[in-house]
């Protein structure tokens, strides 16, 4: 049966009452009472509660138009618990076998306490406690073998539950900006800034957000749990038989695995609009502060103040006509002579727009010796003496020389231009194409022969 169905009529006047906060107030003390007691609260319990609750406070009870003049005899805390009573908020249960009268909270009207509870608490924020929440219903679905899809049904729950409060908490945000535009000076603002939004939205619900040992950290740990369950063949099939067997035909675990976790990408872009909403903030707040400081300054503030005194003014016309006799709002920046468009050039082809190659010549053989500083390592009769050395015959056949060292292949090298030369007493005969391997040097096979006196 639904709760909603045992309500009262007069259970909805506790809303319309001019004294709703006290009653409220008095709901809160008794259900704190309540939650302490072993068996039911008295109704001198009750009295004792609420008087206490008025002596710290010192409250001021007006009458109710249901009140008559015998119930206004009565003490603050008498009249507040027969109003409760009466409307049924509380409900009284006659104890005649010990002759005390007991005062319950009916099921209906205990989920409105929790309700005013949740509303009036600093205590920790439900983003906390859901995302821990879902963290230990998780692990236990894995390692404990007892327990069935139900438990995985709550941390889904947990989830949509974290969603629904963050979403609630982005919602929320915008009466941070009208509060913001509300402010006529910078103390104030400032205060509002402090007080306000860094104390209920940065430090107690942004903050643990955004902190690694909160939310990061538990989201990590449920998102490598998800997928180890996921991946687990085994694991998976002995949940189902263990389903099939209790008689569970809902959702399936790889279903309710995949609600889970799209339930926590949807957290991630959630986070990412607070995040945008707070940047947003900031700079609207700053915005603010600029304009609330430089207002007596500032030419734009002084315009600003104008046009608001203006708009304020049932004599808009005749305000507007003494403002344009004395002064020239026109923005110099935006008024000019010069034209607003700029002519477009003829598109040129692309031909034409490439720039001219340059063309590189090559590199003479002076110039080859020169950036190889080897030309003017060896004298000439360092080369002749050289060839004459391996000469046999008065044939130097390259593919004799043994062990060919760095100074040898320079030496061949610069024997091989030497031998081109016309006053050069050698010559140089290519016999063969092939190549010759001396240790780590490859050259042609050459032989050098001495030249016949012309």
């Avoid at 249901?66 to 027969?82: G, K, V, W, Y």
């Avoid at 509002?192 to 955004?210: A, N, Q, T």
């Avoid at 002084?302 to 046009?307: A, F, T």
């Avoid at 340059?358 to 590199?363: M, T």
Wanted: net charge negative; proline share 2%; glycine share 2%.
């Amino acid at each position: 049966m639904q709760l909603r169905l045992e309500i009262p009529d007069s259970f909805w006047s506790l809303f319309r009452s001019v004294n709703r906060e006290i009653y409220i107030d008095a709901l809160l003390c008794i259900s704190q009472e309540y939650e302490y007691s072993n068996y039911f609260l008295t109704r001198e319990v009750c009295l004792q509660v609420l008087s206490d609750m008025n002596a710290r406070r010192k409250i001021r009870l007006e009458r109710e138009e249901s009140e008559s003049d015998f119930d206004m005899l009565e003490t603050p805390a008498s009249r507040i618990l027969n109003w409760l009573v009466k409307t049924g908020w509380l409900k009284r249960i006659e104890d005649f076998s010990s002759m005390t009268t007991n005062i319950v909270i009916p099921d209906y009207a205990a989920v409105m306490i929790g309700a005013f509870e949740r509303l009036t608490s600093e205590d920790m924020e439900e983003t906390e406690i859901y995302i821990q929440n879902v963290y230990a219903t998780l692990y236990s679905f894995r390692n404990d073998p007892r327990v069935n899809l139900n438990m995985l049904r709550t941390a889904l729950v947990n989830t949509r539950r974290l969603n629904k409060a963050l979403q609630d908490m982005l919602h929320n945000m915008d009466k941070f900006f009208e509060r913001l535009l509300d402010k006529e000076n910078y103390s104030d603002l400032l205060k509002e800034h402090l007080d306000g939004y860094v104390e209920e939205v940065v430090r107690k619900k942004y903050h643990i957000l955004k902190t690694s040992d909160n939310f990061y950290i538990y989201k990590n740990d449920i998102k490598r749990c998800l997928q180890e369950m996921r991946d687990d063949d085994e694991w998976i099939e002995s949940v189902r038989e263990r389903s099939a067997a209790g008689g569970d035909d809902g959702e399936d675990v790889l279903e309710l695995l995949d609600l889970i976790e799209r339930g926590f990408d949807d957290i991630e872009h959630r986070i990412a609009n607070m995040d945008k909403e707070h940047s947003k903030y900031v700079r609207a707040t700053v915005t603010r502060l600029n304009y609330l400081l430089s207002g007596e300054t500032d030419t734009k503030g002084l315009i600003v103040q104008l046009l608001n005194r203006i708009s304020a003014s049932d004599r808009k016309d005749e305000l507007i006509r003494k403002t344009a006799e004395k002064m020239n709002l026109s923005h110099l920046e935006i008024l000019s002579e010069k034209s607003l468009y700029k002519r477009r050039r003829a598109r040129a082809d692309f031909i034409s727009r490439m720039e001219q190659e340059e063309e590189i010549a090559d590199l003479g053989r002076e110039e080859v010796l020169r950036m190889n500083r080897v030309q003017m390592r060896y004298s000439r009769s360092q080369i002749e003496e050289f060839i004459e050395r391996h000469m046999e015959e008065d044939v130097m056949d390259t593919a004799r020389i043994p062990d060919m060292s760095e100074e040898d292949f320079e030496k061949l090298i610069l024997a091989y231009d030497y031998s081109i030369r016309r006053n050069s007493r050698f010559a140089a005969v290519e016999e063969e194409p092939e190549m010759i391997q001396n240790g780590r040097y490859r050259y042609p096979h050459l032989k050098f022969i001495r030249r016949r006196p012309e």
